[in-house]
């Protein structure tokens, strides 16, 4: 359940393009555990709010406050550090790797610092991190091999492993099929739960009308 506790501050966002203003003194508030949807028609300037949450893009005015402090993320690393992720329309996975070495690369255990494709840890830990969210996924499988539905949900474990706090779902379901629709809706019940909050952009009222509920 929502504990009320505000996560996120977002006052007088502003945005220009080239002399054209992409958000103009826009605001947003979310707390932990809250499924804060954004919902609009392409070009409304969803998408520019987020990448300013997440350092992708800089602010022209306006200020964040995140987990109690005024932050100004330089980049999309800076942001995951102090735990907000973004899972884009284009997954940023490398598919030549295993689920398991996406999962854990920059997280190398002391001392040894090279991935090995057999080491019982990495994947040892994977499959708890899986069996925590409740994913049937192979940690030991290469990420080319996954359905899309499958590598959201190797971004979604990734993001919690660094203890994420806001979690951004970008168009999350343009990809995927009724089914894999109820699966993902499932997951962002679970983060809920989890306190962990949760914005989920769209333009399909439909969708909306589902995560009301959640």
Same mark, same amino acid.
């Given at each position: 359940?929502?504990?009320?506790?505000?996560?996120?501050?977002?006052?007088?966002?502003?945005? +220009?393009?080239?002399?054209?203003? $992409?958000? #103009?003194?826009?605001?947003?508030?979310?707390?932990?555990?809250?499924?804060?949807?954004?919902?609009?028609?392409?070009? &409304?300037?969803?998408?520019?709010?987020?990448? @300013?949450?997440?350092?992708?893009?800089? +602010?022209? &005015?306006?200020?964040?406050?995140?987990?109690?402090?005024?932050?100004?993320?330089?980049?999309?690393?800076? $942001?995951?550090?102090?735990?907000?992720?973004?899972?884009? !329309?284009?997954?940023?996975?490398?598919?030549?790797?295993?689920?398991?070495?996406?999962?854990?690369?920059?997280?190398?255990? &002391?001392?040894?610092?090279?991935?090995?494709?057999? #080491?019982?840890?990495?994947?040892? #830990?994977?499959?708890?991190?899986? #069996?925590?969210?409740?994913?049937?996924?192979?940690?030991? &499988?290469?990420?080319?091999?996954?359905?899309? $539905?499958?590598?959201?949900?190797?971004?979604? $474990?990734?993001?919690?492993?660094?203890?994420?706090?806001?979690?951004?779902?970008?168009?999350?379901?343009?990809?995927?099929?009724?089914?894999?629709?109820? !699966?993902?809706?499932?997951?962002?019940?679970?983060?809920?739960?989890?306190?962990?909050?949760?914005?989920? @952009?769209?333009? +399909?009222?439909?969708?909306?009308?589902?995560?009301?509920?959640?």
């Amino acid at each position: 359940m929502k504990d009320n506790i505000t996560i996120l501050e977002m006052k007088g966002i502003t945005k +220009r393009f080239s002399g054209v203003t $992409a958000l #103009d003194n826009c605001e947003l508030t979310l707390s932990k555990g809250e499924v804060h949807c954004l919902v609009g028609e392409n070009g &409304a300037g969803k998408s520019t709010l987020v990448k @300013i949450l997440c350092g992708i893009y800089q +602010r022209d &005015a306006g200020t964040v406050i995140f987990d109690g402090q005024e932050v100004s993320f330089a980049n999309p690393k800076q $942001a995951m550090n102090d735990g907000i992720f973004i899972v884009h !329309q284009e997954l940023n996975l490398i598919p030549h790797l295993s689920v398991a070495q996406n999962i854990f690369i920059g997280k190398e255990t &002391a001392g040894n610092h090279k991935f090995f494709f057999s #080491d019982k840890r990495l994947l040892n #830990d994977s499959q708890k991190l899986f #069996d925590s969210l409740k994913f049937k996924i192979d940690p030991s &499988a290469k990420v080319s091999t996954l359905s899309v $539905a499958e590598q959201q949900m190797v971004e979604v $474990a990734k993001a919690v492993y660094n203890n994420v706090k806001i979690l951004i779902m970008d168009e999350p379901t343009a990809p995927l099929t009724s089914s894999e629709i109820d !699966q993902l809706f499932e997951i962002i019940r679970s983060l809920k739960a989890q306190g962990i909050a949760v914005i989920y @952009i769209s333009h +399909r009222m439909e969708e909306l009308l589902s995560l009301i509920h959640i």
